[in-house]
Nanobody, 123 residues
Framework: QVQSVESGGGSVQSGGSLRLSCAAS????????MGWFRQGLGKELEWVAY???????NYADSVKGRFTASRDNAKNTLYLQMDSLKPEDTAMYYCARSSYTSCPTSSIYYKYWGQGTQVTVSS
């Protein structure tokens, strides 16, 4: 079964931390770029970060310096460490695999989306 399964979301206060995980199964994972996206209530889907196969990362300006993306290829798992969380980080967070070995920031170039994990940050 081809799927990405996100976990680790929850409710935290402003300034808190959460670590999201994304377990990939049923598809080739290692050589492809993996991305994190989020969608707040009533907002458009937004790119958050990506990690390529060597482990190089890039982040949206809104999370740069606070979020850290990583991957464990042996476990087919992607991570997103989120620190110094703000209320505006409240959203459903998704992971997906790029259709290419390169790392686009547009969601249209990603596939194998998970169901998401909810992150809620209160002030």
């Amino acid at each position: 079964q081809v799927q990405s399964v996100e976990s680790g979301g929850g409710s935290v206060q402003s300034g808190g931390s959460l670590r999201l995980s994304c377990a990939a199964s049923g598809y080739t994972y290692n050589q492809y770029c993996m991305g994190w996206f989020r969608q707040g209530l009533g907002k458009e889907l937004e790119w958050v970060a990506y990690v390529n196969n060597p482990g190089n990362t890039n982040y949206a300006d809104s999370v740069k310096g606070r979020f850290t993306a990583s991957r464990d290829n042996a476990k087919n798992t992607l991570y997103l460490q989120m620190d110094s969380l703000k209320p505006e980080d409240t959203a459903m967070y998704y992971c997906a695999r790029s259709s290419y070995t390169s790392c686009p920031t547009s969601s249209i170039y990603y596939k194998y989306w998970g169901q998401g994990t909810q992150v809620t940050v209160s002030s």
